[in-house]
């Protein structure tokens, strides 16, 4: 049970829920796990209460929206800036009561989640605005927190391996702690729905916007985890969502920038893409997300999946018996937006099956175009009670309707705690894959190799809390006994930056890089290629995609280690030291860079020592 102080703000007291709960009392109880009938006796609350509401309060159901600032009452000026921007308004609270949202989506660039207590403080800001409104309902807070190279919620949270990482770890039970602790600690900021697992299998090392994100290209490999992932989340009481169905793993074009074409055929379809989403269903999953994606072979209209009531309709709802929460992608991508204008996409999605419209670019025109749909009769009350009743099935069923709110108490005794560190870092080093190890360089000996330099890319922290990796990796060895010195090169060297760490490279022992994503011309060939050349032992770790090791023949020692936060790279430092011994096998097969149809390592490779 959650404490319904609103804490470590020292806000007032929290308006009465009376007329909520007794609208839906028994609700939440009767719900069940699996996929939800069509009409059940224990909707009736539910029902009573769309029938309450107006024309306007069931559009705004409808609709998941970013909103800026770090608390839902008083951001700072800049976010108050951008909120009267692009809605309109000055806060979530106005937000919330203009539009009457179904839910409320936190990202980074929007200031939402600075630490665990604003978060929460937010949240319950967010639930006490849209309550305190005339027939109020609780709101969804959502996010996407997969860990990896996406997440939104940083340190002092746990922060895991991502989806690749626990593929190579292979462990259904690693999945499932993954779901509970991440679930557990979302909960307690008061997250109640993740945009996670990603359950694309990913098939195509060019894929730009998948990769690392899928947890691999066997597809029964995928759908166990993604199962066993889901469950870890219900059992925290966090809405899961796999994502991007029908499947997004066979792409080379990014959902975000263009608009992708999957060639499969129907039978490639469901041996492929469709195993991991029926996984998906049968564990029960509450969600499941969109992908704004063109496949002739499930419909040959020319829309993407997201508007498409053959794919979501015919075959999500139909064919794979699915009943609970249909939820786009973000409408602003661009995958969604060739074909169509921004006012047309909502009520589209809508009659293709959709029930929660997310982060629409421009939400008056989006809000306004659904209710002119209703009001003109394009889209019936009907069809949005539907849609509504789901979305409301969901919010019973996560207890918000019985309590939204979250505690100080319950931050402190739940997020980052000591145990769900310790999980993480255990769960790394069941992941962290040796790809090559020529002449046994590794484990390096603190007393062969005493001084390392530390070198290569240093992207962003996905949560803009951890790294940068070059220091991640400089500190955990000189953690481990090694005199370890940091020089970030970057993505894409200068030739000034390689020749530091050529020099530099002079004064140690051996040199550990960090590859990221290595083309045929990057400069990162030639930082590698030059540091081999000083004569010097070369361990090399790839922070994201694995198929970098194809494109460096002459390394040695060459780890995967799937993404660059901490977590990840502390588990390569502790392999490296020999600490641990490298347990993760490839999850995907890495094919030769002069011949892509020779496979250099299959699925299921890994050494160890």
């Known amino acids: 049970m959650h404490h319904t102080s609103t804490g470590s703000t020292g806000n007032t007291a929290i308006p009465s829920r009376r007329t909520v709960l007794a609208a839906t009392a028994g609700a939440a109880a009767a719900l069940t796990v699996g996929p939800v009938a069509h009409a059940r006796d224990d909707d009736r609350p539910l029902r009573r209460l769309i029938s309450r509401m107006t024309l306007e309060e069931k559009v705004g159901q409808l609709f998941v929206s970013r909103v800026y600032g770090h608390s839902a009452t008083a951001p700072d000026q800049a976010d108050i800036d951008a909120n009267l921007r692009e809605f309109g308004v000055r806060t979530a609270a106005e937000l919330i009561a203009k539009y009457r949202l179904g839910g409320v989506i936190y990202f980074v660039w929007a200031h939402n989640t600075r630490d665990p207590h604003q978060i929460a403080d937010l949240s319950n800001g967010i639930q006490r605005a849209s309550l305190a409104l ?37 462990s259904r039970s690693d999945a499932r702690t993954l779901g509970r602790i991440a679930g557990e600690e979302l909960r307690a900021m ?51 969502t796999a994502k991007h169905f029908p499947g997004h793993g066979d792409t080379e ?39 704004h994606i063109l ?18 309709t015919g075959i999500l709802r139909e064919q794979l018996g699915y009943d609970g929460v249909v939820v786009t992608d973000a409408l602003d991508m661009a995958g969604v937006r060739t074909k169509y204008g921004d006012d047309r996409v909502p009520v589209l999605a809508l009659k293709a099956g959709v029930d929660l419209l997310l982060n629409a670019p421009k939400l008056d025109v989006a809000w306004n175009a659904v209710l002119g749909a209703v009001q003109d009769g394009e889209l019936t009350e009907e069809r949005l ?47 962290t894959t040796l790809l ?40 955990a060895l000189t953690e481990l006994g090694f ?37 045929a011309s990057s400069a990162q060939k030639t930082l590698v290629e030059r540091l081999l050349a000083t004569g010097k032992p070369v361990v090399a770790v790839a922070v994201r995609n694995p198929y970098d090791v194809a494109r460096l023949p002459g390394v040695r020692a060459y780890l ?50």
């Open 560 to 609: 995967a280690a799937y993404s660059w936060t901490d977590v990840e790279l502390r588990a390569a430092a502790r392999v490296i030291a020999g600490r641990v011994e490298p347990r993760g096998k490839l999850p995907v097969p890495v094919q030769r860079a002069d011949d892509p149809a020779q496979v250099l390592y299959p699925i299921g490779h890994g050494l160890t020592y």
């Open 483 to 519: 005199t370890a010195t940091a020089l970030s090169t970057g993505i894409n060297p200068s030739a000034t930056a390689i020749d530091q760490a050529v020099t530099a490279a002079g004064d140690a022992d051996a040199v550990v890089v960090g590859t990221y994503n290595v083309t």
């Open 190 to 240: 008061g997250i109640q729905q993740d945009y996670t697992p990603v359950a694309d299998v990913n098939v195509n090392p060019a894929n730009p916007v998948i990769g690392v994100r899928s947890f691999g290209a066997d597809p029964a490999a995928v759908a166990g985890l993604v199962a066993a992932e889901v469950a870890g989340y219900q059992r925290s009481k966090v809405a899961a």
């Open 253 to 291: 074009v990014d959902s975000h920038y263009g608009f992708p074409t999957i060639k499969h055929t129907r039978e490639q379809w469901e041996t492929l893409d469709a195993p991991p989403f029926r996984a998906a269903i049968e564990a029960g999953i509450d969600s499941i997300m969109t992908a």
């Open 436 to 475: 090559v190890n020529e002449g046994r360089l590794l484990p390096l000996s603190r007393r062969e190799h005493p001084r390392l330099l530390v070198v290569g890319a240093d992207p962003a922290s996905p949560s803009g809390t951890t790294g940068p990796p070059t220091g991640v990796l400089a500190g």
């Open 295 to 312: 496949v002739p072979a499930l419909d040959d209209s020319g829309d993407p999946a997201t508007l498409s009531r053959p794919i979501l």
């Open 385 to 431: 009670d539907e849609s509504i009743l789901r979305v409301l099935r969901l919010k019973a069923k996560l207890g918000l309707f019985d309590d939204p709110y979250v505690s100080a108490r319950e931050v402190d005794r739940t997020v980052g705690t000591k145990a769900h560190l310790a999980a993480a870092d255990r769960i790394a080093e069941r992941t």
């Open 134 to 170: 005339p027939r109020g309902l609780p709101a969804l807070v959502s996010t996407d927190q997969e860990h990896g190279i996406v997440a939104r919620v940083g340190k002092p949270a746990t922060l895991f391996p991502g989806a690749m990482a626990m593929g190579a770890g292979g």
